[in-house]
């Protein structure tokens, strides 16, 4: 089946660094990956949407500078949070959406990476 | 925008049959998804339903409504290892990617031995 990759799995800054985190599609090739972030016991808040080439789509009230996209293979998109403060410490998760490939996704799923805890110090 | 509503948590024991329900609203309705997510993990699918009616696989079943946007996740023969958290999602349709999702508050369900 589709295998979504994310790295880091947890990680740990200062305040007023930046943090990236990986999301990659094992055996499929992603034209499309999506970012979510969710705090303890809430829903998955959709930030961006990443097109692989392309400027990533933001959500309403999502900071496009704070919160950097780039997805520039069909395999890769990363999300780095830029300055983080301790009000970005959060669960940040990545899916995608495949085209073609070994693995063939249902249209109407998602795989998402097993997730990135951010703790902002 | 959209909106989902589904309760916040629901007990029931091991063995028994436990209904998550979720109604909607939104534009552009394209279909209603079913993830689990247990603490800490990510989110796995369990079932679409993109008309009406019921959708079975195993012991999960997930039905939809479109004309009361209403659906519903059935959960049967329960375990504890089913305790997670449960989100109802609308596929919408968009000018970009179709399979952008929008996700309800998720139902906290605990089983009891």
């Known amino acids: 089946g589709a295998v979504v990759s994310q790295h880091p799995s947890r990680v740990i800054c200062k305040s007023g660094t930046s943090v990236k985190i990986e999301c990659r599609s094992l055996?499929?090739?992603?034209?499309?990956m999506f970012w979510y972030r969710q705090f303890p016991k809430q829903s998955l808040m959709l930030m961006a949407t990443?097109?692989?080439?392309?400027?990533?789509?933001?959500e309403q009230g999502v900071e496009k500078d704070k919160f950097l996209i780039n997805h520039a293979s069909l395999t890769l998109s990363t999300l780095t949070v830029t300055s983080a403060h301790p009000e970005d410490s959060s669960f940040y998760i990545c899916?995608?959406?495949?085209?073609?490939?070994?693995?063939?996704?249902?249209?109407?799923?998602?795989?998402f990476g097993a997730g990135s805890r951010l703790t902002v110090l | 925008g959209q909106s989902l509503e589904q309760p916040s948590e629901v007990t029931a024991v091991e063995g028994a049959i436990v209904q998550i329900n979720c109604t909607y609203q939104?534009?552009?309705?394209?279909?209603l998804s079913w993830y689990q997510q247990h603490d800490g993990g990510a989110p796995t699918f369990l079932s679409y339903?993109?008309?009406?009616g019921l959708e079975e696989t195993g012991r999960f079943s997930s039905f939809l409504s479109r004309s009361d946007s209403y659906g519903y996740l059935l959960l049967q023969e329960l375990q504890m290892k089913d305790s997670a958290s449960y989100f109802c999602?609308?596929?919408?349709?968009?000018?970009?990617?179709?399979?952008?999702?929008?996700f309800g508050s998720g139902t906290q369900l605990t089983v009891l031995p």
């Open positions: 899916s995608a959406v495949g085209v073609s490939g070994p693995s063939t996704i249902g249209a109407n799923v998602l795989t």
């Open positions: 055996d499929f090739q992603a034209t499309t």
């Open positions: 990443s097109n692989e080439g392309s400027k990533a789509t933001y």
């Open positions: 939104t534009s552009g309705f394209y279909g």
């Open positions: 339903n993109g008309l009406d």
């Open positions: 999602a609308v596929r919408r349709r968009s000018s970009g990617s179709a399979r952008q999702l929008t």
